[in-house]
């Protein structure tokens, strides 16, 4: 596609439950970001990959949290036992992976835990 | 840690009036600067970036100088349209292996006729 692809656009999901948001990120580009970010708040940093490898994971909050990149193209974040303060839109973006280069953002899921 | 502290909104405006947006930055290193915009119902965009300091990235109208003495790269348009409002995300990168982003809290602009 054109740009990058997140779905689903919204979902909804009981305290407790397994989800998993996808994202489809522009053709050819090497390096995946995940982003969370809250009501009234900036973007947080996720996990970044290069290829198919996390190569910093640093900003997933805990454990519950994991994403893969089995073959270096689509990603898929995976939440286990959500709870309310999981709510927040996630955002996936994608770039060339060279140096400061552009990073291209998806819309985002937004990920509501009742 | 590194982060980046920005002007809370709404700022409003009246069409083609002054904006300044204020963003400043703490960063331990020589950080690379971005704008970024947040259209209704779009996803972020890029709108303009610096990589070093007394670089002046522009865009769309909008200017924004990286200033190391003062750490700072506020955003600044002379003439605002209605189109213009959006939420505004000041964000520097760091990591030059990874070149993940750290925002500011956002800003969201309304230009009114």
């Known amino acids: 596609g054109a740009g990058v692809s997140q779905t689903p656009s919204n979902k909804v999901t009981e305290k407790g439950k397994y989800v998993e948001l996808r994202c489809d990120p522009i053709?050819?580009?090497?390096?995946l970001y995940w982003y969370r970010q809250s009501l009234g708040q900036g973007p947080e940093f996720l996990i970044y990959?290069?290829?198919?490898?996390?190569?910093?994971d640093s900003g997933l909050p805990n454990d519950r949290f994991f994403a893969v990149r089995p073959e270096g193209s689509v990603s898929t974040l995976k939440i286990q036992r959500t709870e309310r303060g999981d709510s927040a839109v996630y955002l996936c973006?994608?770039?060339?992976?060279?140096?400061?280069?552009?990073?291209?953002f998806g819309q985002g899921t937004r990920l509501t835990v009742v | 840690g590194d982060s980046v502290t920005q002007m809370e909104g709404p700022v409003t405006l009246s069409e083609e009036a002054f904006l300044t947006i204020n963003c400043t930055y703490t960063?331990?290193?020589?950080?690379?600067l971005f704008w970024y915009v947040q259209y209704p119902g779009e996803g972020l965009q890029l709108l303009l970036k610096a990589t070093k300091a007394d670089d002046k990235g522009s865009n769309k109208g909008f200017e924004a100088t990286y200033r190391k003495e003062t750490t700072s790269f506020h955003l600044e348009k002379g003439s605002v349209q209605v189109s213009d409002s959006a939420v505004y995300f000041c964000?520097?990168?760091?990591?030059?292996?990874?070149?993940?982003?750290?925002f500011g809290t956002g800003t969201r602009l309304q230009v009114f006729p």
């Open positions: 990959f290069q290829g198919t490898g996390a190569a910093d």
């Open positions: 053709s050819g580009h090497t390096a």
């Open positions: 973006a994608s770039s060339s992976g060279l140096s400061n280069t552009e990073a291209f």
């Open positions: 964000a520097l990168s760091e990591n030059r292996s990874t070149d993940k982003l750290i």
């Open positions: 960063a331990t290193g020589y950080p690379s």
